[in-house]
């Protein structure tokens, strides 16, 4: 006999600032599929938190089907390091009129083992368009940093001249009149031990419109060189690429004891003109 399909709904969480970060957690057949799976991992986890509505509904669209089945990254637990903590993964592939959720996987955990999850076309579409157009979530410097982040990945020239690659575009609800622009040199390293360095660049955002602040800070990131507006924020072996250590590394992390790194004042000398 044949089952019934699944039916899909994408819940945005966005609790107050402070509190924890705005997540889109999937709800399956009435039920939250995050909070059904977390206990899997007995005692203390994995507790999977949703992943961030800017990359999950954001113009990369990972959950639309494509013509081959692709991996999309759900969920992360614990500290963020998939091979520590966890992070849960599921392939999206389209069956005909179906679209289907199988291949799960957690770095972190090799006996997940989740069920195939099968939606008709139309429902799992329309449920994610609904997710895709409610921005209630979203604040001004998001919307700048999710404008910002689709116009320099179109720029891979300007970035591959300067053997730099995008690593992030950050932002928080707790500083919303700034976001973070993070670099990678050289290109190519992330999976490996040679030396790189983590260059970061802090931008002020205003009440202004959105795309327009947008464009401004693509004009002004990509006239030239961005290694020589911006900070070193991180680094491995920096000397070995000729750049001391940063007296104050990577902001977005902690410190050697433990503390929290503080943020980057606005006015120093990473700043774009205004516009």
Known sequence: MATEPDILSLSIICPPPGEGGVEVRPI???????????????????WYVGGSPRRLLGPARPLHTTATPHEVLLARSGCGLECCCGALYVTVRCDEEHVVWAGWRDPANQDLGLPELRFTAGQY????????????????AGTVATLLEAGLRDREDWLVRWDCELEAVWTSREEPDRIHLVLRHPRNRADTDLPWIQFGTTLPISADDPSDQAEHLEAWLTVGDPRATAEVWGASQPEE????????????????????????????????PSP
């Open 28 to 46: 399956v057949n009435g039920r939250d599929l995050l909070a059904d799976i977390s206990p899997r991992g007995g005692e203390g986890g994995p």
């Open 241 to 272: 690429l000729g750049y001391p250590w940063p007296a104050e590394p990577l902001f977005m992390g902690t410190a050697g004891r433990g503390e929290v790194r503080p943020l980057p004042p606005l006015g120093t000398h990473s700043q774009p």
């Open 125 to 140: 579409e329309a449920a994610v368009l609904r997710a895709e157009e409610d921005r209630s979530w979203e604040w001004p």
